[in-house]
Nanobody, 124 residues
Framework: QVQLVESGGGLVQAGGSLRLSCAASGRSLSTYTMGWFRQAPGKEREFVAANHRNGGVTRYADSVKGRFTIARDNPKNTVYLQMNNLKPEDTAVYYC?????????????????WGQGTQVTVSS
C-alpha cells in the first residue's frame, strides 16, 4: 500500500507561484495514476489534475488549464503540481491521490489512496 505526503503549500499573493510535492512511500508511483484535488471551505472536493501511470496522458480542470502543470519524477517517487498565476479562488487544501485501477480520471472515488493535504492560500 502506498502512503502519500504533500508539502509545499503556503501563503502567496495573487499572480504568484507555488510548487506542491507529493512524496510516496511503500510502493512505486510508476504503478499508479496520480491526481491532485482541492477542497475550499464550504465546498466539495474538486478535481485539479491527473497524470496517467504511463506518464503520457495528463488531464486538467478547465479552471487551472494553462496555469497548473502536473509532473512526476518516478526515480524520486514524487509527483508535483506547479501552480502559476495563482488566483484567490485557488485557495484550498490540496490533496494528492493515487489510483491503480483506471486512467487519468477526474472522479475522486476512483482514487483509493490519499495524502493528508496541504493548505494553499492566495491573497488578493
Amino acid at each position: 500500500q502506498v502512503q502519500l505526503v504533500e508539502s509545499g503549500g503556503g501563503l502567496v499573493q495573487a499572480g504568484g507561484s507555488l510548487r506542491l510535492s507529493c512524496a510516496a512511500s511503500g510502493r512505486s508511483l510508476s504503478t499508479y495514476t496520480m491526481g491532485w484535488f482541492r477542497q475550499a471551505p464550504g465546498k466539495e472536493r474538486e478535481f485539479v489534475a491527473a497524470n496517467h501511470r504511463n506518464g503520457g496522458v495528463t488531464r486538467y480542470a478547465d479552471s487551472v488549464k494553462g496555469r497548473f502543470t502536473i509532473a512526476r519524477d518516478n526515480p524520486k517517487n514524487t509527483v508535483y503540481l506547479q501552480m502559476n498565476n495563482l488566483k484567490p479562488e485557488d485557495t484550498a487544501v490540496y490533496y494528492c491521490a493515487a489510483n491503480s485501477e483506471s486512467g487519468a480520471s477526474s472522479s475522486a472515488w476512483r482514487y483509493a489512496h490519499w495524502g493528508q493535504g496541504t493548505q494553499v492560500t492566495v491573497s488578493s
